[in-house]
């Protein structure tokens, strides 16, 4: 027998297990995300000390920013095995796409054309540099792209840090 003829003679059965499939949903739907991939992140890595130590602050932070008197640049932190985290690289805006993001920012519009200003901002003059070094680069650049990529000294690869 077919499984349409065993649902079709089994009415009650077949009801009562799509009552069961509908409320598993629900459930899914309510309790949030049960895929086990993380949410926006709301909290990020900062080190005010070119990236000898961070601290967590607010994700929508535009470093450098002020911090105790210091400027804080976002710090990208990983962790080999069960190593002790450190910052791979230090990242921040250039001082001019630094002001604008902030002025858009401040403006509190809800409008699309306001997102799509903040949006396209993030995602220009971004600078970034391993801890000790002096100078800062673009992330595209040859330099840039060995900066961002982790590496561990045994030759495993690391895992990011998320506050």
């Known amino acids: 027998m077919g499984v349409r003829e065993t649902l079709n003679k089994n009415k009650m059965a077949t009801a009562v ?16 995300n049960a895929s086990g991939i993380p949410g926006p992140l709301t909290r990020a890595y900062y080190s005010d ?8 602050d607010d994700a929508n932070k535009v470093a450098p920013f002020d911090h105790n008197g210091k400027p804080a640049d976002r710090a ?26 902030t002025a858009a920012m401040a403006n509190k519009s809800s409008d699309t054309a306001a997102a799509a200003a903040v949006a396209e901002l993030r995602g220009s003059g971004i600078e970034i540099k391993k801890p000790g070094e002096k100078n800062w680069v673009s992330p595209t650049s040859p330099v840039g792209v060995d900066t961002v990529t982790p590496k561990c000294p045994d030759g495993g690869a690391p895992h990011g840090v998320y506050p």
């Open 49 to 56: 000390d070119d990236g000898k130590s961070f601290f967590a």
């Open 17 to 32: 297990a799509g009552g069961c499939l509908l409320l598993l949903g629900a459930v899914v739907i309510i309790k949030g």
């Open 76 to 101: 990208y932190v990983y962790q080999c095995g069960s190593g002790k985290p450190f910052v791979l690289y230090l990242e921040r805006y250039e001082e001019s796409t630094r002001s604008k993001l």
